[in-house]
């Protein structure tokens, strides 16, 4: 008997008292065709076979485990060892699932994918393989976030999608959300929308943690490889919680193993303007699931922060909230100014630009590892890589060099040319 894993199809989506399908009645019949669909090719081994070859050879799948020698030196604890995600296609491990369901949503005959987006590298990798796959492609963005993350949108466009803002509300992620739900609703037949983490209504969750479950399981093969054993303890930043649910889920059962998730306390929890979901979260259900939101007493999702863009979201998947009850993944987190810290550790000891959100697992691993034996085994999971965050590193970090370099291009007249 599993204790820690359900068949959230026989639960209908529930895990523990979270999760579940509050989507609008219009929207059923296509949720529940998705999970059809998903079961099916679930069993179809030819599909299986497909996704493997395209994360091996179109990703670069097995991404390395890294024994990171100058790290564990430096913190003098645990053997630490690092899973670089940020090695695959786009830079994170975003295109694992969204390599997974642009297969789901070709083998359903949709002929268009819609993905909202906050930082927007949910929106690049959905932008991506709908260039690959042949599928048009519409991403909606609250207007503010495309002003924040311009190259993202850069991208997407020039890969072929048509970049929709949204005007209305915060123009930030949950706006865009709202978007993309009312544009699938609008256009069922032909389209799918593809949900960048282990959130949104069931069967979603599941599917997205399922797709990026290859995480975890090659992290067994890997360890095992190095080091003869399974490890002690694994760290990973938590968003809506996908690259976490896809390292940790292959572990559930393994009871020795210390499981940490880290969210953003972005200025301080005290502040208030953090991302921390355990920290204050109340349980609500919001965007089509039931969990843990950051919110007011009238249920309104509270504006949050974190220099990460990617952690800067007022939800958490659900099999997080249950996992967290349970006391089986213990949830920790990392302020802006430890992330920062981290990450310029990392890059001095390794040579590693890790992406911001990856830098708050790596400042757990910083506060954890000096008081474990060196006979200790730390994985951390960098879900990314940061090139994508130079724009915000190079302005927290007051980088004069940088800032003239913006100032000499805009004087430059990009628009004259
Ligand atoms: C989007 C993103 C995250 C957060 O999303 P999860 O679903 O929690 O994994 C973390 N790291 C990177 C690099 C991301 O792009």
Not at 137 to 144: D, R
Not at 225 to 234: K, S, Y
Not at 353 to 381: F, T, W
Request: include cysteine; hydrophobic fraction near 40%; charged fraction near 25%.
């Amino acid at each position: 008997m599993k204790k820690y894993i359900v068949d959230s199809f026989e639960s209908e989506g529930h895990f523990g008292p979270y999760g579940g399908r509050y989507a609008p009645e219009m929207l059923i019949p296509a949720l529940v065709a998705l999970e059809k669909a998903y079961r099916e090719a679930q069993q179809d081994s030819s599909f299986v076979a497909e996704f493997e070859k395209l994360l091996a050879t179109y990703s670069g799948r097995p991404t390395p485990l890294y024994f990171a020698e100058n790290l564990t030196r430096k913190l003098g604890g645990a053997r630490i060892y690092l899973k670089q995600e940020g090695l695959g296609q786009t830079g994170s491990h975003k295109i694992n699932n969204a390599i997974g369901q642009a297969l789901l949503a070709r083998r359903m005959g949709k002929k268009r994918l819609i993905a909202e987006t906050g930082a927007g590298q949910h929106g690049l990798a959905t932008a991506t393989v709908a260039a690959r796959f042949g599928f048009e492609c519409e991403i909606f963005m609250g207007e503010l976030d495309m002003k924040r993350q311009r190259p993202n949108v850069f991208w997407m466009e020039q890969l072929g999608a048509k970049v929709t803002p949204v005007l209305y509300g915060t123009r930030t992620l949950k706006d865009a959300v709202n978007e993309s739900i009312k544009n699938w609703i609008e256009n069922l037949e032909t389209t799918h929308l593809l949900v960048g983490s282990v959130v949104s209504a069931h069967p979603y969750p599941t599917i997205v943690r399922d797709f990026q479950s290859v995480i975890g399981r090659e992290i067994r093969d890997q360890i095992m490889e190095e080091e003869g054993r399974l490890p002690d303890c694994l760290i990973a930043c938590v968003g809506g919680g996908s690259n976490s649910l896809g390292m940790f889920y292959p572990f559930l059962e393994d009871e020795g193993i210390e499981m940490v998730g880290v969210e953003a306390a972005g200025l301080g929890i005290e502040s208030g303007k953090h991302s921390a979901r355990f920290q204050g979260g109340k349980k609500g259900i919001v965007e089509g699931y039931k969990s843990y939101f950051l919110q007011d007493d009238d249920g309104q999702t509270l504006t949050t922060h974190s220099v990460a863009a990617g952690l800067d979201y007022a939800g958490i998947g659900p099999e997080h909230a249950w996992l967290h009850d349970l006391g089986r993944i213990e949830y920790t987190h990392a302020t802006d100014q430890e992330a920062l810290e981290a990450l310029k550790l990392l890059l001095k000891t390794e040579g590693l630009i890790p992406a911001l959100e990856s830098a708050h697992a790596v400042a757990e691993a910083v506060k954890r590892s000096p008081g474990m034996g060196s006979d200790q085994i730390i994985v951390i999971n960098l879900s990314g890589r940061g090139d994508k965050d130079i724009f915000i590193v190079a302005e927290v970090l007051k980088d004069k060099a940088w800032l003239e370099f913006l100032k000499a291009k805009v004087k430059e007249g990009y628009g004259d040319q």
